[in-house]
Structures are given as structure tokens and as C-alpha cells.
């Protein structure tokens, strides 16, 4: 079995594959079993562990361990660690052990630029990432791989973070600052993108503007929330799956307050197969929420693999 660390993970991910595989996989065939959930507690510290198969008609069984401890952060450590482990789908046969992190991270990060190819305007220009963590600092390049991204503003709870991510973005040549107020922030992007473990919410629907995309892609259990339910008000809301119903806390508490119909929801299979147009006009507001899909790892993965 083939052991790809890090650096040789990440040098066989880029955007311009990525996201493209992303879409020709939800419009294709593969199972994707319902992931395992578990919650860990030692001591004083919580975390949770999820668990997540896939296998496609390409050949290739994926099953990633994810680790979430947001405490890790007065740690100084990050709050998620991943390993992914890809094998033969006909025989069994372990072939890699991939970082977990580096999948994660690369997968999420493409299938929020995949949503905002069929949802954002296509001249949103302004970008807007909450959060400063391994997700966030891809956002910028994930984006511009399907939009003309050309100023991006960074939000976190501890400002000096955001500080830090603007000054790093801006070496790397982008056109960033940190925002200390977040209201007026969110007010002026075309492109809301979290990319947090918050258990509170953050954006609120008032300050959305019209044909604004609101990208939540952070939260993934009933307990984590990045969006107050009016966000979801008199917006067309969109998942990367079905499992989102059921597992993010910002479409529990809005379907709670009757600002989201399940039945309303669209999935990325319908949005990738063309069975859903996604942004119908420019001025309507759409919401894309995302828990994260085995289907998106394997992906990933695969690419990997192929490339190595």
C-alpha cells in the first residue's frame, strides 16, 4: 500500500480538476452508505469521529475517519484530523493511505465553488470567508476557479487571525483585508462563504443583500450553526446531500421556524444531472449548505491516486 503524506497529497489537487470531477461524480452513479456518528468524551474534552464509505462503478472504495475537536483551537491545534484510506473496489486490496486533511480540506473547499457555479451571479466579484482554519485559506482559489473573483475580505472571532490570513492572502497576491465588523462585511459581498465550527449563528438574513449567495459549508451536526433561520427566508436553498436535513443545525432550526420546506430543497444531484437550473435570476438570493459527502472524499481521492 501506497503511503502519500501531506505534501504529496496536496500536489496532486488543484481546482481546475477538482471541481469538475466533483460535478461529473454527483451526476454519475456510486454508493454513498449514511455516515457514522459518534461523539467522544475524555475527560472534559468532547470531539466527534465520523465515518464515511463510498464506492464507484470506477473501481475505487474510499472510507475516511474524521476527528472534530473545536477545542483544539486554545490548544493551538486544528480543530479537525482526517485519514483516508482508498482500496481496489473489486478485490478489497488496500492501495493508499492518503491525508485525511488534505482531502478534506481540498474537497470541501471545491464543493463550495461547484454550488457557486450554479448559484452565485456570474459577475460576483466580492468574496467573503468566515473562519481563518485549513478550509477557509482555499476558499479565495476555489472560487476564482468559477467565478472572477477579484476582492476578498476575511471575518473570525479572533480579529488577529483575520489579520493574519488577509496579510498571507495578499502575499500570495490577492486583494484582501480583514473585516472587524461583520454586519457591513456580509452587507457588501456578493459571496457569504463559513467555513467555521460555530455553535451560534453568525450571518443573519437581514444582512444579506439581494442576489447574494450564502455558502454555509462548516457546520455539520444538529448541535453547530453558521446561519440564523431568517437567512434561509425568501431564499432558494440548495445541499450537497440529503443527510443535510437531518444533520445541520442551521436547516433544523429553520424548518423549526418555518422559514425552510424540506420539499423546497434541491440537492447537488438534481443541480449536476440538469434536472435544476439553480440561480434563475439576478436578483433572487440562494443558499448552499453543505455537511459533506463521502462521494466528494472518494473524488478527491481518486485524483490523488491516478496523479501519484
Avoid at 151 to 175: K, M, S, T, Y
Avoid at 227 to 233: E, K, L, N, R, V
Wanted: charged letters at 20%.
Amino acid at each position: 500500500m501506497k503511503i502519500l503524506d501531506a505534501d504529496q497529497t496536496r500536489a496532486h489537487l488543484d481546482f481546475g480538476r477538482l471541481v469538475p470531477a466533483l460535478r461529473k461524480a454527483f451526476a454519475g452513479e456510486a454508493t454513498v452508505p449514511t455516515r457514522h456518528v459518534h461523539t467522544v468524551e475524555a475527560g472534559s474534552d468532547r470531539g466527534t469521529v465520523l465515518i464515511m464509505p463510498a464506492w464507484s462503478e470506477a473501481g475505487y472504495l474510499g472510507i475516511k475517519t474524521i476527528n472534530i475537536f473545536p477545542g483544539n483551537s486554545a490548544r493551538g491545534l486544528p480543530g479537525l484530523h482526517a485519514t483516508y484510506v482508498l482500496y481496489d473496489a473489486h478485490t478489497g486490496v488496500p492501495l493508499a493511505q492518503l491525508d485525511g486533511n488534505e482531502i478534506t480540506a481540498w474537497r470541501t473547499a471545491a464543493a463550495s465553488a461547484l454550488g457557486a457555479s450554479f448559484l452565485a451571479r456570474s459577475d460576483a466579484r466580492r468574496l467573503l470567508v468566515l473562519g481563518t482554519g485549513r478550509i477557509a485559506r482555499l476558499l479565495p482559489a476555489a472560487h476564482a476557479s468559477v467565478r472572477g473573483i477579484d476582492e476578498v475580505v476575511v471575518w473570525n472571532h479572533r480579529p488577529e487571525g483575520a489579520e493574519a490570513l488577509a496579510a498571507q492572502w495578499r502575499a500570495e497576491g490577492w486583494n484582501a483585508q480583514a473585516a472587524i465588523d461583520l454586519e457591513p462585511a456580509v452587507r457588501g459581498a456578493d459571496i457569504v462563504t463559513c467555513a467555521t465550527l460555530a455553535t451560534s449563528p453568525l450571518v443573519k438574513g437581514g444582512w444579506l443583500a439581494p442576489g447574494s449567495h450564502l455558502d454555509l459549508i462548516g457546520s455539520f451536526t444538529p448541535q453547530m450553526r453558521e446561519a440564523d433561520p431568517s437567512c434561509f427566508a425568501g431564499a432558494r436553498t440548495f445541499v450537497d446531500t440529503e443527510e443535510a436535513l437531518g444533520k445541520a443545525g442551521d436547516l433544523l432550526d429553520a424548518m423549526a421556524a418555518g422559514t425552510l420546506r424540506a420539499d423546497s430543497v434541491v440537492s447537488f444531484t438534481a443541480l449536476c444531472r440538469g434536472a435544476h437550473p439553480g440561480r434563475t435570476d439576478e436578483h433572487e438570493r440562494t443558499v448552499f449548505k453543505a455537511v459533506g459527502s463521502a462521494l466528494e472524499d472518494l473524488t478527491a481521492a481518486t485524483l490523488v491516486w491516478e496523479g501519484a
